[in-house]
């Protein structure tokens, strides 16, 4: 996989990159976080997306954590165990498929270590994307600013309320 956009320099100068480890490019603040604390994890371009929708959120999203993956293999793993001590939601981020990607790379890891987080991904669906320009195909899978921001909203808001299941006999 190719990156098809640049990931400038939207924060700090970076710390020197050790294979197969993350970077948290923000730290969220535990009193802010709320009953669900966020933590997204992006892999590549929407690094800047993510940073972006969390500026446009301001004090909204004051306790979500940033996480800048660096690597999708290895994985860093031992991060991820670290930070679900803290937080209850995983938010993924990739601007390629989602089947057998990154967030799936995150799922495996989070039934590897039996770790207690809800997972949201967000990249390109199992579907035939329409020639456009990046940015527009980017808005189309949510993948701009105004959907990861609306992405994080939704999951600070909390799920949605689940239809009980019940079991005719």
């Not at 500026?55 to 293999?73: D, H, I, P, S, Y």
């Not at 990154?102 to 199992?126: K, M, Q, S």
Request: glycine share 8%.
């Amino acid at each position: 996989r190719y990156p098809k956009d640049e990931v400038p320099e939207c924060f700090a100068p970076p710390a020197p990159i050790a294979l197969g480890k993350a970077e948290v490019i923000r730290a969220g603040d535990p009193s802010q976080a709320g009953e669900r604390p966020l933590m997204i994890w992006a892999y590549g371009a929407p690094v800047r997306t993510a940073w972006l929708a969390l500026q446009g959120l301001g004090a909204e999203a004051a306790g979500v954590t940033l996480v800048n993956a660096r690597f999708a293999k290895p994985f860093d793993a031992a991060l991820l165990a670290k930070l679900a001590a803290t937080h209850r939601q995983v938010l993924t981020l990739e601007d390629h498929a989602l089947q057998a990607g990154f967030g799936a790379v995150v799922a495996e890891a989070i039934t590897d270590a039996d770790l207690d987080l809800r997972l949201t991904r967000v990249g390109v669906r199992d579907e035939l994307v329409a020639h456009a320009s990046r940015d527009q195909q980017l808005a189309a899978q949510g993948l701009d600013v105004a959907g990861v921001t609306a992405s994080i909203r939704r999951l600070l808001q909390g799920p949605a309320k689940a239809i009980p299941f019940t079991r005719s006999a």
